[in-house]
């Protein structure tokens, strides 16, 4: 029987406490949790009950943990991105391989000193690009190592942020504001700039990108709209962004999986939205609909740490995520396009937006013998890919088990990095490391450009 490895887990919120620990839980063969930092004393509390660690070993902050001998192999960097740089560098000094979220860092020269201490210290550093572990995106790059696009020409790629996310994370949340937290080209498409060049198996050369915050702004606000959603709004029947419909009706958050899923499922998600009474009943017969009816995750767990009724009714006449999208102190954009040019002349467009009805992303990829579309949801994925010269159509289900984080990449994700960790190839995850640094400094390229309106080259990036 393996010994599990041990970590310790620095930030307690949604991806470190809710997304890649709950991995420990069900594999405690390979992952134990040993020491928690987290200064909020009801997450700590928590986290520690669940994964039954001492008090001795819970830390208000990461710097008493970090201060002491390796408690364990491996820590997780699971803070906000101003928060990253010190922890992650403290960590691999003393001794620890670290699986750090993404953004690494939220300036390009601290992205660029996390590579250099991993080097030094011969510590792996896995970014939480996960993506890459999806079925969907590993069948997809499959599918074009093939060639059986012929050569790749054109690439069209999208990051469609549905409006409530848009609303929630970056209008209202954590992401909203440029300086505090994150370019949204950073926050939000390092994972796509990862996976492009991940796809086509070659870099950009150089790239031009334009983008700006068009609709979250004071002057777009509905005449008599209050400063907080629950203050007598005027538009609380017909606004998208009505806090209450979005966070105690959830709607929209059911929509996106009924939108992109199939089957009992998309009717399960569509009937919930329609009539969650009826629904509610239903679960007592059949349970896989608690699922859905009993749902008190993401984004509602960023709003309290117990949601229910009560709690996300005093989080919206209180908290952030009850103003209304027209009165916020957000700067980050709603829309921005990158335009690349790959080594092999292909060109690749990288659209994110803010807008889109449901979360998803889509993919069309022109060859000069074939196309291949694709959309993956938070419901369910497919691939299609036609042959010009057979008009042979095949189509592909990437589709992973519902709720498993980002299509299933989130367990996969540490699932391989513990494989790393157990079989120490260090020269492999430096490798790794270095491509997740570029996709960063390629967002870094890419708002340069949108500031500047100017093209970039490689040689600023490289
Ligand atoms: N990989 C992905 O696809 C993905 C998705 C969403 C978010 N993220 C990234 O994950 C990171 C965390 O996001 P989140 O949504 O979990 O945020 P969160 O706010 O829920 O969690 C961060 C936690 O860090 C804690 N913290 C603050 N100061 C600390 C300190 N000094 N020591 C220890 N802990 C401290 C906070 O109290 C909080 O509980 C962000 O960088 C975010 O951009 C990645």
Not at 84 to 105: F, N, Q, S, V, W
Not at 332 to 342: A, R
Not at 354 to 359: I, L
């Amino acid at each position: 029987m393996t010994k599990p490895i041990h970590a310790v887990l620095i930030g307690a919120g949604n991806r470190g406490a809710e997304n890649y620990a709950p991995y420990a839980l069900q594999h405690p063969e390979e992952l134990k949790f040993v020491a928690v930092a987290e200064p909020l004393e009801e997450r700590r509390k928590s986290f520690a009950e669940q994964h039954q660690i001492p008090v001795e070993m819970q830390f208000e902050s990461w710097e008493p943990l970090l201060e002491k001998p390796a408690l364990g192999e491996v820590a997780l960097i699971c803070t906000q991105d101003w928060q990253h740089t010190a922890p992650a560098a403290a960590a691999m000094r003393a001794g620890y391989h670290i699986l750090l979220e993404k953004p690494m860092a939220n300036k390009l020269e601290e992205c660029k000193l996390l590579l250099q201490v991993s080097q030094e210290t011969e510590r792996q550093m896995r970014i939480c690009h996960v993506l890459r572990y999806t079925p969907h995106f590993k069948k997809m790059r499959e599918l074009l190592q093939s060639g059986v696009l012929g050569q790749i020409v054109d690439v069209d790629h999208r990051e469609n942020v549905s409006f409530w996310h848009m609303a929630h994370s970056f209008v209202r949340g954590n992401w909203r504001n440029r300086e505090e937290s994150s370019p949204m080209i950073l926050a939000k498409c390092c994972h796509d700039l990862d996976i492009l060049p991940w796809l086509l198996g070659q870099k950009p050369v150089r790239l031009a990108s334009s983008g700006s915050l068009m609709h979250f702004k004071e002057e777009n606000a509905p005449a008599g709209a209050p400063p907080r959603c629950l203050d007598g709004c005027p538009v609380a029947e017909t606004c998208p962004y009505y806090a209450p419909h979005i966070y105690l009706e959830m709607a929209p958050f059911w929509n996106s999986i009924a939108d992109t899923s199939k089957g009992f499922t998309r009717w399960a998600a569509h009937q919930y939205t329609e009539n969650p009474e009826m629904m509610k009943a239903l679960s007592l017969v059949l349970p896989a609909l608690r699922q859905m009816t009993d749902y008190s995750g993401w984004p509602l767990t960023i709003l309290t740490h117990h949601p229910n009724r009560e709690s996300i009714t005093e989080a919206l006449q209180t908290g952030p995520y009850g103003r209304c999208v027209y009165h916020c102190d957000n700067d980050v954009v709603d829309h921005q396009v990158v335009m690349m040019e790959f080594e092999d002349h292909a060109s690749v467009t990288l659209t994110m937006h803010g807008h889109s009805h449901y979360e998803h992303r889509s993919t069309r990829i022109e060859g000069s013998h074939g196309r291949l579309m694709a959309e993956f949801g938070n419901g369910g994925s497919w691939i299609t890919v036609d042959e010009h010269r057979t008009d042979w159509h095949q189509e592909f289900d990437t589709s992973a088990e519902l709720g498993s984080g980002h299509g299933g990449g989130d367990f996969r994700l540490v699932e391989n990095f513990l494989a790393s960790i157990r079989a120490g190839t260090f020269e492999e995850s430096l490798q790794g490391a270095r491509e997740a640094l570029e996709s960063h400094l390629l967002a870094f390229a890419a708002e340069e450009s949108r500031l500047r309106g100017v093209f970039i080259e490689r040689t600023w990036w490289a």
